[in-house]
């Protein structure tokens, strides 16, 4: 069974970091690609980063500059370093991975950037 667990998310002042951590079980965590989405309310879910197995990323051109994907092999956990968080920032977070066809989704970790 895959499961998804996000931590990290909070309350920040425009300019401040998070960094939010994802871990992943039910997967064979070191050749799966790994993604971070945000959905802000009354908005679409998108994606702001993705890594592959192999360590390529890939960024949403809102956060291009600002904000790194990596991945731990060891600890089956991804993270997002967020920094020059901005208030448009804002959104839930949510950790996703493909498995067989299936896409899997954590429950979500709240970013809230303030002005």
């Given at each position: 069974?895959?499961?998804?667990?996000?931590?990290?998310?909070g309350?920040?002042?425009?300019?401040?970091?998070?960094?939010?951590?994802?871990?992943?079980?039910?997967?064979?965590?070191?050749?799966?690609?790994m993604?971070?989405y945000?959905?802000?309310?009354?908005?679409?879910?998108?994606l702001?980063?993705?890594i592959?197995?192999?360590?390529?990323?890939r960024?949403?051109?809102s956060?291009?500059?600002?904000?790194?994907?990596?991945?731990?092999?060891?600890?089956?956990?991804?993270?997002?370093q967020?920094?020059?968080?901005?208030?448009?920032?804002?959104?839930?977070?949510?950790?996703?991975?493909?498995?067989?066809?299936?896409?899997?989704?954590?429950?979500?970790?709240?970013?809230?950037?303030?002005?």
């Open positions: 069974q895959v499961q998804l667990v996000e931590s990290g998310g309350q920040v002042q425009a300019g401040g970091s998070l960094r939010l951590s994802c871990a992943a079980s039910g997967v064979i965590f070191s050749i799966s690609l993604g971070w945000r959905q802000a309310p009354g908005e679409q879910r998108e702001v980063a993705s592959t197995g192999g360590g390529s990323t960024y949403a051109n956060v291009k500059g600002r904000f790194a994907i990596s991945r731990d092999n060891a600890r089956n956990t991804v993270y997002l967020m920094n020059s968080l901005k208030p448009e920032d804002t959104a839930v977070y949510y950790c996703h991975t493909v498995l067989t066809g299936m896409n899997y989704w954590g429950k979500g970790t709240l970013v809230t950037v303030s002005s």
